[in-house]
Structures are given as C-alpha cells and as structure tokens.
C-alpha cells in the first residue's frame, strides 16, 4: 500500500512538471532565442565597431599623411629650384647664394636652412647665423652623411634622410640634391645642395602633434628595432595598426596609428547589451502578456478605422492637389489631359473648343515686381477666367504665365471666335500690383473639334491650339488667331526645313558669295563681305533671309558662321595665291557665336594677317543686353587683329553710346537709309549726320544698298568712304569673284 502511495505522489509531481513546463515552454523558447540573438548581435555589434573606428582612423591617418607628403613635396621643389639657380650660375658666392636662398625660402615652408657643397665639401649655407660650424663639412669623410651623399650622386636623385645629427648642432631630416652642370656634351657633376627641414615644425604642420591617436613613423615596412622607428614607439606596430605610407621618389615612409587606449574602448557595447537585454525583454514579454492584450483588440480596430478614414481623405486631398495649381487654384495641365481623354460630352452634338492663352508682359511685370507681383498678376488672371467660365466652362493654368481655356458647343466657330475675343479684351484691362497699374495683356490661340474629326484623339486639339497661339504672337501681341491647316502645313513645312538645314550644315551644302567693297573715291576694291548661300539639292541656291530663322531656332547659327569663316579665309589665302590682293574679308557673326566660350581659342588657330579680317556685327544683336559680353570679347578679337564693323546701323535700337564703346572700325550704314537719298534731302542730311559721326570717332563709313550710279555720286559728296551695292557689283562666288577682278574688267574704275 505504501508502495503505491509513492507512485501516486511521484506521478502527480511529473504531471505537475510537464504541466508547468507545457505551460512556460513558449516562453522558455523565445528566451533561447533571444539569449542567442543578443549574444551574436553583440559579437556583430562589436566587429562592426572596430571596423567603424578603424574606419575613422584610416581617414585621419590619410589626412595626416597626406599633409606629411605634401610638406615634404614642397620642401623638395624648394631645393629643386635653389638646385636650379645653381645651375645656372654655379660660379656665384656665398652673398649671391645667401640672395638666391632667401628668395626661395618661403615663411610657410618647414626647411630652416640650405648648404651648398661643391666638390662634396659645404661651402655655402643658409641663413649664415648659426650654421658657421657646417661650412667646410666634407662629406666624403663624415661617417654619419657621407652613405647618403654618396647615394645621392651616384643615383642622381633626390634623398631623404633623417633625423640627423647635424655638425652645428640639434637634429633634422636632411634632404640632398645633386647638381650637374651641362658643358653641352656631358653632365659633370658639380656637388649637392643640401635642406635642413625642421623635425618639430614638419611634425606640428602635418598634423601629428594634434592627433588624438598613437602613430609611429618608420622608413621601414616592418620594423624590428627602436631605432628603425623615429616618431613614436616600436610596439604600436604590433597593436593591429591601421598602415598608410608616404609614397616619394626619393623614399617612403610607413605610418601606422591606433587609437590612444587600443581598439573598442569607445564602443559602447555595455549600452548595446542593456539595449539588447531589454529588447530580449520586449519579445519575451508579449508571450506572458498575451491576455492584455486580447482585451485592447478592440480599441486597436477601431483605430484601424479611424486611420483608414484619415488615409482616404489625404489621397482624396493629395490626389485634387496634383490636378490643380497651387497659386491659383486653377486645374493644371494633368487635369485637361484627363479631360479631353476621358470627359463625357455635356451633350452629344457638342464639340470641344480649346483656347491657349499666353500673357504678353508678364517677363517685364516679373522682373520690375519682382515675384510677388507676378504672383499677384497670374491670381488676378486666374480670377478674371473663371469669371468668363460657364457652367462646362474649365479656365486652367498649364505652367509659368500660359493658361487653357476649355468649353463645348455644338456650332463651335462663332462661341469660339467671341470667347477668345473677351478673353482678349479682359486681360487687356489694367490691375493693380503694388498700388501701381500695370497692363499685361494676352495672346490666344484657338482650336476647336470639327465635325469630320469628331471622335478622334483630342490631344491633337493642344498641339493645333499652340500653333494658332504662335501664329498670333508671331503677328502681334494683344490678339487671337484661329487655327487652320495652313498653319499645320507651315509647321511640317518649318520642321522640314529645318531637318534639311541640318544635313545641309553636316553635308557642307552651305557656300560662300562675296559681294565687293569699293572705295568710294577712286572705286578700287577695298575689300569683300562674306554672304552665306544654300545650295539647296531641290530648290537651288536659297539667300539667307530663307533659312537664318531656321538656324537661330536650331541653334546652330553658330555653327553657320564658323563654317562660313573658315570658307572665306581659304578663299582669301587662294585669292593672294593668285595675285589678287583683296584687302580684307568681312564675315557676319551672330549673338550666339559671339557669347560662343570656345571663340577666342578656336580663332587663335585659324591663319590669317593682322586687319585682313573684320567681323560684322548686326545692330540688331542689343549690344545694351550683351555689354557685359562685349567688353571682354571685342578687345580679345582686336588683339588677334580682327576688325570689329557695325551692320545695318540704323535698324536696331542700341544707343550710340554703348555703339560706340566698342570703338569699330567701320559703320555700315543699313540698304533701307540710303536708298532714299536720291529723292529725300532729309534722309540725305541724315545720311550726312552719320558720316559726321564716324568721322569725328575716327570711323570709316560703309555703305550699303547702293543701287545707281547717283547714289555713287550723293556718297562720294558727303563723305562716305566705301560703297557696297549692285550698281558696282552683284553678290558672287569666288570663282565669279575671280574673272571679276581681272585687270580687263576695269569698268568701275573708268566710270569714277
């Protein structure tokens, strides 16, 4: 019965063990874990630290010998030019060393002093004052220079050495060049020059005396011995340094650095565990507290909720924000592209009209306002758009100062023709910004879905309505114009031309005419300006008011003219081949060519002489806007001997003043002025005041448009120097240009 007894106590004592350890094994489980978690992210955390530090240790080390090399590289080009001195003049004595020394000597350098050892023996130092004791130092016999002295000569190069314990007294790093002297069939060896440089100050500048870390500097890799080390000790060595060297042709040297204390002390690991203790915690005790947080299950859903309320109102927020325009309010350029892609018509006959509006002065009002104020003018025109806007009406800003105006309708030509007129009409009216009137103006484009078209991609409407708005601009501002297929005709048709142009640039189909210049009282040719031609495979030879446009659009203007250049200045070197004697070649430049970085350089490279070169600029080019350009580039083009000329003076609206600050040579008086002076005395006695002008500048006239012999004449009696037109002679190639100067062809100067 006993017996008995004691099987039921002990199988009541195991059930109640397996139940209790059943019941914490979750727990007991996530423990291990958590004890192996901690212990490998500690190791891992530890690693990762001494890594860091290492880390941070190399880039200081770097630093520090970085600065040691470019020291000591400094104090090397030092000695190379005292080297150097001598060489030139190894006769001199100690007064001129002493000058030539102190000129090379620099206050930031770390050298303290120079000796100059001719036949091996110093004879010469730098500064005098305490270095007496090294004069007559021959190294050939000092135990303690003479190995690297001797290395020095027989290697010819550079070397360092040190510390070093100097015959006048103290320590130094030593660094000896030799100097040879040419007798222009060999070198011969005249002897070394020699810089102390200062240990501490070396130190001190390269910042090993401001470092928190133990470095020790050796010239060699591996040390064995203290005395291999010159800057700290031996056994940092042996601490798993971080190694850098400094790499020089004349030695290397080997830093190595450990943190002051050794590697980890400022891990913070005892942190880390206690973090890692208490995380181990956090994922244990979720276990044990299972039922807490059963009960708040409840409370967490229903701020599930609450967030996912909160969640589709910032979308719906966040989702108006990106169609519409934040200054404005007005939908943007996303919310018409949704339209026209995805907007029922209000009624099945209407037909979208699209109005692209562009204001005029806005640029002017930004820049004088300031960009308050051209905040202040787009808010008023947003305002006044909504205003015309019905009820299927959308007014919308697309960027910067140009907006769209959408609407619908069934006969869509008359509601366009008057909504764009409004448009027009209400944004020419002033507003106010500062307390000041400003009138900003606007230019439309219209396009709207026509009846064929009906169901296609209204997309193209945008394109159709940006035409029509470049058109409008195109012929003034302050006015609408509608979009036909003329105008999609036009556009193909400028794309076209324009792809043409650029083979025509790649393909040299570019040629260069030359009209003459004569002078204006004994009509000899004075010289030649330089026209571009398009030898265009289609259309034949094309002048430039066909294509000029098109190159200024591209860009490529530029590019133009620098062909044009080089074409004219080998048709100028074959003319002096042939004994033709033309005076000088003028080439038109454009704004973008001028402003060009590459200008100056690529003109330096090309051949020609001093005044046989003249660049023509246009009036028209705002020399007020690109003064400051000027002034740097025009004396450049004068230094290369190239002769500035001002065209078509007269058209454009620069001041005299800034025209004449440019000092040109040459004035070229605009077609449109001279032709009529035969019938006009004013515009004679205009034509007059110019000649004046330059005259008093010391100017030379040139004019242009000369088309009867009476203008010959009218020229020649006010003064003017030169004359260009086709009573003398028509624009022509160079070949043209040839049999035309022959001495048969001496028609003009008969008829003088």
């Not at 003018?377 to 800003?397: F, H, I, T, Y």
Request: hydrophobic share 45%.
């Amino acid at each position: 019965m006993k017996f008995r007894r004691k099987q039921k106590i002990l199988r009541g004592f195991a059930s109640s063990a397996v139940s209790h350890t059943s019941a914490f094994a979750p727990a007991i489980f996530a423990t291990t874990i958590a004890v192996f978690v901690v212990c490998v992210a500690t190791n891992w955390r530890l690693e990762r630290s001494v890594a860091d530090e290492r880390s941070i240790v190399a880039g200081e080390l770097a630093t520090i010998s970085s600065r040691l090399q470019t020291n000591l590289n400094g104090n090397v080009k030092l000695l190379q030019g005292l080297a150097a001195g001598i060489t030139v003049n190894p006769a001199m004595d100690q007064s001129a060393f002493s000058k030539l020394a102190a000129e090379i000597l620099q206050p930031d350098s770390q050298l303290r002093s120079f000796a100059a050892a001719p036949g091996m023996v110093v004879k010469w130092v730098y500064p005098e004052k305490g270095n007496e004791k090294a004069i007559g130092l021959d190294y050939r016999t000092n135990e303690k220079q003479r190995d690297s002295a001797m290395l020095a000569r027989n290697t010819h190069n550079i070397v360092l050495t040190g510390p070093v314990e100097l015959v006048q007294g103290g320590t130094a790093f030593v660094v000896r060049c030799p100097v040879y002297i040419n007798d222009r069939t060999s070198q011969i060896f005249w002897g070394l020059v020699s810089g102390i440089v200062d240990i501490p100050r070396l130190y001190q500048d390269s910042g090993l005396e401001s470092t928190d870390l133990e470095i020790a500097v050796s010239a060699v890799a591996e040390p064995k011995l203290a005395k291999q080390v010159f800057l700290g000790d031996l056994e940092t060595f042996s601490k798993n340094p971080v190694v850098a060297s400094v790499d020089m042709t004349y030695g290397r040297w080997t830093l190595v650095a450990v943190p002051k204390g050794g590697w980890g002390q400022n891990s913070g690991m005892a942190t880390f565990e206690l973090y890692a203790c208490l995380l181990s915690l956090c994922v244990v005790a979720p276990i044990v507290w299972v039922g807490f947080l059963t009960k708040s299950r409840q409370r967490t859903i229903e701020k599930l909720r609450l967030h996912k309320k909160k969640l589709v109102r910032a979308r719906q927020r966040l989702e108006y924000l990106s169609l519409h325009d934040a200054l404005t309010g007005l939908p943007n350029r996303r919310f018409i592209d949704q339209m026209i892609s995805q907007s029922p018509r209000p009624d099945p006959e209407d037909c979208l009209i699209l109005i692209h509006i562009d204001l005029d002065r806005f640029k002017e009002i930004n820049d004088t306002k300031g960009h308050a104020g051209g905040d202040t003018v787009l808010q008023a025109v947003a305002s006044r758009l909504v205003n015309l806007a019905g009820p299927n009406d959308v007014a919308a800003r697309i960027g910067g100062d140009e907006f769209i105006f959408a609407t619908w309708s069934a006969d869509p030509a008359p509601k366009a023709n008057e909504l764009a007129q409004q448009i027009v009409d209400t944004l020419k009216q002033p507003l106010f910004v500062d307390g000041s009137e400003c009138v900003v103006g606007a230019s439309v484009g219209v396009a709207w879905e026509t009846e064929y078209a009906r169901g296609q991609d209204l997309s193209q409407l945008l394109l159709d309505a940006d035409l029509a708005l470049y058109e409008a601009k195109k012929v003034g501002r302050g006015r609408a114009a509608i979009f036909t297929e003329a105008l999609r005709s036009a556009a193909i048709g400028s794309k076209e031309l324009a792809d043409e142009f650029n083979h025509a640039l790649d393909c040299d189909e570019l040629v260069a005419f030359f009209q003459p210049q004569f002078n204006a009282s004994t009509l000899d040719i004075a010289g030649v300006e330089t026209l571009a031609r398009w030898d265009h495979p289609r259309n034949g030879l094309l002048a430039p008011d066909k294509f000029l446009a098109v190159a200024e659009n591209l860009g490529r203007s530029g590019d133009m003219d620098r062909l044009i250049l080089q074409k004219a200045l080998f048709e100028l070197t074959r003319w002096d081949s042939l004994g033709m004697r033309i005076p000088r070649v003028s080439v038109n430049i454009s704004a973008r060519r001028l402003v060009d970085a590459n200008l100056l350089a690529e003109l330096s490279e090309l051949p020609f002489a001093r005044g046989r070169l003249c660049f023509e600029l246009l009036e028209t080019i705002s020399f007020d806007d690109l003064q400051p350009v000027l002034n740097h580039i025009v004396p450049a083009l004068k230094e290369l001997g190239i002769e500035i000329e001002i065209d078509d003076f007269g058209t454009g609206h620069a001041s005299i003043i800034s025209l004449l600050r440019l000092e040109p040579r040459r004035l070229k008086i605009d077609r449109e002025i001279i032709k009529p002076i035969v019938a006009s005395p004013s515009q004679r006695r205009l034509v007059s005041s110019i000649i004046e002008i330059g005259r008093s500048q010391n100017i030379d006239i040139v004019a242009e448009g000369v088309e009867t012999m009476e203008h010959v004449n009218i020229l020649r009696d006010l003064g003017c120097h030169f004359l260009q037109g086709y009573a003398l002679a028509r624009p022509m190639s160079s070949k043209q240009l040839i049999e035309f100067c022959r001495p048969k062809d001496k028609e003009l100067s008969e008829v003088g």
